[in-house]
């Protein structure tokens, strides 16, 4: 899938303007090198767009980023008839941060010390089975832009962010139905085995017996794929079935490390605070319980 724009999983997108525009006659795209990115939707006709000397036509019900700090221009090739819907927004990003490239998996997507340094793909161009009812969404983004509300921009900026995430969700699941049979299936299968596993010790021995390949092999191909070791992975399924049990029983902390499997709770409470931040003891202290 291709990307040249990112957001931050800790940071909303923040909307400068919103709206839609149409051409009766032959249009070039604005010569400009923008402080802020651009995300366009033709919903007739089609956009001649060139980004640093890459031409993209954006065609009826497909969708294009620009990023900001490159050079866009177009050429007088953009059909008459061509409506479009734009946002012009920033990403803004902690320099501070060293972001990651891999999401939390989602079978262990619970909060951690670091959770939300992250960063998400948008998808560069394209269109989905979801374009279609991108019309109705911008349309009223569009108008909800020019009427007053409070905290208005705030509620546009988080709207259009769910568009985003909305987006780059479904066409991400396209680009994995594309993967079929890849690593990525292995990444799948990996969890799978350890989701039965959580409650016991791990053992690279048996995953490869179950997966028929090569640890190593395993291993690598699991790495690339989510960003994060086996190990590191078994460890956080572990961490979340305690914060379960801490959150929905009356187990204490040596119950607890003990249905894991674990032979020494110090050694768990270790693990529980590399994973969390904080001991698991302290941990229990703070939740409210269901």
């Known amino acids: 899938m291709e990307c040249s724009l990112y957001l931050s999983a800790d940071r909303i997108p923040l909307v400068r303007d919103i709206g839609m525009s149409r051409t009766d006659s032959l249009y070039a795209h604005p010569d400009r090198t923008a402080n802020y990115d651009v995300f366009l939707f033709v919903v007739h006709g089609c956009m001649q767009v060139i980004e640093e000397g890459t031409e993209y036509f954006v065609r009826e019900n497909e969708h294009l980023f620009l990023k900001k700090g490159m050079h866009h221009w177009g050429l ?98 396209q680009e994995k139905d594309r993967q079929t049979g890849k690593a990525d299936t292995i990444a799948g299968r990996v969890m799978t085995f350890l989701m ?34 086996i190990v590191e992975a078994h460890a956080r399924l572990r961490m979340g079935k305690a914060i379960e049990w801490m959150r929905n029983s009356s187990l204490n902390v040596s119950e607890i490390s003990e249905r894991l499997g674990y032979r020494n709770p110090y050694y768990f409470s270790r693990v529980f605070k590399k994973v969390l931040g904080e001991s698991p003891s302290s941990y229990m202290r703070n939740i409210y319980k269901t």
Request: charged share 15%; hydrophobic share 35%; aromatic share 14%.
């Open 76 to 173: 007088p090739l953009s059909v008459p008839g061509t409506t479009w819907y734009w946002i012009h927004f920033s990403t803004p990003i902690a320099e501070n941060i060293a972001y990651r490239e891999h999401p939390p998996l989602p079978e262990i997507d619970y909060y951690q010390p670091d959770h939300y340094h992250y960063l998400i793909p948008m998808p560069k161009h394209g269109t989905s089975p979801f374009h279609s009812v991108l019309e109705a969404r911008l349309q009223a983004l569009a108008a909800d832009y020019f009427i007053p509300a409070n905290h208005g921009m705030m509620q546009l900026s988080l709207r259009v962010c769910q568009l985003f995430l909305d987006l780059q969700k479904q066409m991400n699941q």
């Open 196 to 229: 039965q596993r959580s409650e016991e010790d791990f053992d690279s021995a048996s995953i490869a017996s179950y997966m028929k390949l090569n640890y190593s092999y395993l291993s690598s191909a699991f790495k690339e794929q989510t960003g994060q070791t």
